[in-house]
């Protein structure tokens, strides 16, 4: 079996209910190239994607990642998708994951310059080996995100709660936070609250409860933080939303960021000083993450 697989995809409209869609998916020879040179994700990074998670052929949180593929797209202006194409193109290609861990993406972009319609496509590969970082966490740097809480409702344009194409800010913020000497980033507004790291989200534990920054407009709402809440719901434990600063993850008993692939990951230090680490517990989301859900 090959260790990749693409299929580009024939969006078609929202109101289009036919109950196969595998006549507009086509497979493309992945180390061939696919895309028009005049594509919009390349020189803009104009699209909205979404990276899934699956584990021996399984893909976890299906549903809501199409949910919030069709939110970005419609906070985008794209062409909102047809839910079932993408679930059955979703399917398609996670039958091609090889066993263990992998990851499906999906991508909606602006399309070619002056042509007629938006260009999709989904690729499958293996994940990276993540369990050392799962075992021993990370440390992290707060970085400035340069604007304050509430300008992503008051400037719906900035996209902040989409998840675009355009992840060159949060790869910068990757490189700056290694070149400080840590592992990951957590962005912080300007008035210094915490929002989520540059690919996750961010969860705190205070006592029995669990806490992560309401998922306004500035930040993406995680599907991984969603599944995690669910499964501390059940153990007992209580969570919450809520604006929380840097101090507050500075001070708290554990924390976590939280991503479809890389799964969860206890953070060990942040801006240098140790974070209290609670090991079973990030052994135990990591089982329940790893299970199909
Ligand atoms: N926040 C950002 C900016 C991300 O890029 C991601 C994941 O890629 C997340 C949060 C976590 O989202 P999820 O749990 O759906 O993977």
């Given amino acids: 079996m090959p260790q990749r697989f693409a299929l580009m995809i024939a969006p078609v409209d929202v109101a289009d209910d036919r109950d196969d869609y595998t006549g507009t998916f086509t497979e493309i020879d992945v180390s061939a190239p696919a895309l028009s040179v005049g594509e919009f994700s390349s020189h803009r990074g104009d699209g909205v994607f979404e990276s899934i998670g699956v584990i021996d052929g399984h893909a ?14 419609r906070l985008c202006d794209l062409p909102v998708p047809n839910l079932e194409q993408w679930r059955q193109a979703v399917a398609a290609v996670s ?3 090889p066993r263990g861990e992998g990851v499906v993406k999906l991508i ?3 399309g070619v310059e002056h042509g007629p319609a938006p260009t999709a496509w989904a690729t499958a590969s293996p994940a990276p080996d993540f369990t050392a970082v799962r075992r021993d966490g990370v440390r992290v740097v707060t970085l400035d995100r340069g604007y304050d809480l509430g300008a992503g409702e008051r400037a719906p344009w900035l996209l902040l709660g989409a998840k675009t194409l355009s992840y ?14 840590a592992d990951d980033a957590v962005f912080v507004t300007r008035e210094g609250y915490v929002l989520e790291a540059p690919t996750a989200s961010l969860i705190l534990r205070r006592g029995d409860g669990f806490v992560t920054p309401a998922p306004s407009g500035g930040i993406l709402h995680g599907t991984t933080q969603l599944s995690v809440y669910a499964h501390l719901e059940q153990r007992g434990f209580r969570t919450g939303y809520a604006t929380l600063t840097a101090s507050d993850l500075a001070t708290a008993d554990a ?10 990951v206890a953070i060990t230090a942040v801006d240098g000083a140790p974070l209290p680490v609670d ?12 299970s199909p859900h």
């Fill in 255 to 264: 924390a976590w960021l939280v991503s479809s692939i890389r799964l969860a």
């Fill in 60 to 73: 976890n949180e299906v549903e809501a990642h199409l949910q919030r593929l069709a939110h970005s797209a």
């Fill in 168 to 181: 060159a800010v949060n790869m910068a913020a990757l490189r700056e936070a290694r070149r400080r000497g």
């Fill in 279 to 290: 090991r079973e517990l990030t052994d135990a989301l990591n089982a329940f993450l790893r």
């Fill in 108 to 110: 909606l972009s602006r």
């Fill in 95 to 97: 039958a091609r994951v």
